[in-house]
């Protein structure tokens, strides 16, 4: 049946229908298409545009329709063009004429306008719950790892001595502005788009606030044809798809580096790690690298929706019928990624030995030996000076910092000392940044505080 049909005197071509139609892909929202549906429903029944009995034999229809859906007793089938001519089909063939009044004073563009706020929203609500579940992850490997010292890094050069906490809640804080993303953009969204009509509203006095109370929303559009060509929601969700895919990327390329031979630094849990089909020594970081490479994917549906958008002129256009399957890949690769991220670090192991030694055979305590000379009256451009000289005795022996004797520093300067060794410690290095914001054990615990407030621990 086609919502559209009297205005026509032939039978569509089936290739025109095979392009046009969606329900192959959009009945993925048949339960917010039947929400709707029975919001408008109750509405109408308000406002005096339909009977009691009508609107009554309609909800019970549309409920039946989504428990037979749901329970595998109903199937899609293909001569429907879309969910919304589906779902109005099979109402009116079980519950008869109350079925045809349900599309009073609707469009299936405010309708599919609608169907995809409301997707859209639910899907934000589910992905936040996994990105807390990966936050509270972070958070427990932070709690446990206050002293485990590994090399802080910049151009993936040892660089300077921090913690495994200090390192984790870099991620951490990228994760919560992913939360607050996705929170903006729900609270952006939150307007009930049903009542606009096909573009510019309806003659029936309909109650839209009534409608977005309903629906849960804040209120209702304010703009008819802005309520059925508006795709800002998707763009703006794609793109915060986008950076979760991008810290989740950033992520699991240390997790693979810190998984190699030459750095094992963790440990990956069999369940969450592959073998090789011909070298069996192998244990392949393959989760970690599917998340590194679906967030190319991702990133494809939010080019792909800004192409569709970017020459549409107002109001509905057929184009916008683009943004349904790239939108529902990118939500379900990026849940997916979540899961699987979070499980995968939610069990490796960290091998904190390998940390340490890592992070002393790096020179990564050189600045506090500067800054040992500096508070000893040395100018800081000669002790920059004077450790470089440190550090190429140090390799040309294949020893640390830590190694050197007494007489070996003060060959090099007199202003060493004994307490040398005591400043340059891993744990000195780390402990003396106090600073909020810094690896110390004492500034850490301040941050974690604020953590588990925010966790609601």
Not at 122 to 129: M, S, T
Not at 249 to 257: A, D, L, P, Q, V
Not at 292 to 318: C, Q
């Amino acid at each position: 049946m086609k919502l559209w049909g009297g205005r026509f005197t032939k039978e569509e071509n089936q290739l025109v229908h095979n392009f046009n139609e969606s329900l192959s892909f959009d009945q993925k929202f048949y339960h917010q298409d039947i929400r709707g549906s029975i919001a408008h429903a109750t509405m109408l029944a308000k406002q005096g545009i339909l009977s009691e009995e009508d609107a009554r034999a309609i909800t019970d229809g549309l409920e039946g329709i989504c428990r037979d859906l749901d329970e595998g007793k109903l199937v899609f089938t293909k001569e429907h063009e879309d969910i919304h001519s589906f779902v109005e089909a099979v109402l009116t063939e079980r519950i008869g004429e109350a079925g045809k009044r349900l599309h009073t004073g609707r469009s299936r563009n405010d309708q599919v306008a609608l169907d995809m706020k409301l997707y859209c929203r639910d899907e934000i609500d589910e992905i936040d719950g996994l990105v807390k579940a990966l936050l509270e992850a972070l958070y427990a490997i932070m709690e446990e790892n206050l002293d485990t010292f590994m090399p802080g890094f910049t151009h993936l050069q040892k660089a300077q001595p921090v913690t495994l906490a200090h390192h984790m809640g870099a991620y951490f804080e990228m994760f919560v502005r992913d939360r607050s993303r996705l929170a903006d953009i729900r609270r952006r969204m939150n307007t009930c788009p049903l009542g606009s009509g096909a573009l510019a509203g309806t003659t029936y006095p309909l109650d839209r606030a009534y409608t977005a109370e309903l629906l849960g929303f804040d209120g209702p559009t304010l703009n008819s044809m802005d309520s059925v060509s508006d795709r800002d929601y998707v763009i703006e969700l794609l793109s915060a798809l986008s950076t979760v895919a991008m810290h989740l990327s950033r992520f699991s390329e240390e997790i693979i580096i810190w998984n190699s031979n030459e750095y094992r630094f963790v440990e990956l849990d069999d369940a969450y790690s592959t073998g090789s089909s011909i070298m069996p020594q192998k244990k392949n970081p393959d989760i970690a690298e599917l998340v590194r490479g679906k967030t190319g994917r991702v990133y494809g549906a939010l080019v792909s929706i800004l192409t569709v958008m970017k020459g549409i002129p107002l109001a509905y256009d057929k184009d916008m019928q683009e943004d349904k399957e790239l939108t529902f890949d990118a939500i379900d690769t990026v849940k997916g990624c979540l899961a699987l991220f979070t499980g995968m670090i939610a069990t490796m192991t960290f091998r904190k030995d390998v940390m340490e030694e890592s992070a002393k055979h790096g020179f990564t305590n050189a600045t506090d030996v500067a800054d040992y000379l500096v508070n000893h009256g040395v100018p800081f451009r000669d002790a920059h000076g004077i450790v470089g000289q440190l550090v190429l005795h140090c390799l040309e022996k294949g020893i640390a910092l830590d190694d050197m004797t007494l007489e070996e520093y003060r060959a090099v300067s007199p202003v060493f000392e004994a307490d040398i060794y005591e400043a340059i410690r891993m744990k000195t290095c780390v402990e003396k940044r106090t600073t909020i914001g810094a690896p110390g054990r004492q500034a850490m615990e301040q941050v974690l505080a604020v953590y588990k407030e925010y966790l609601g621990k």
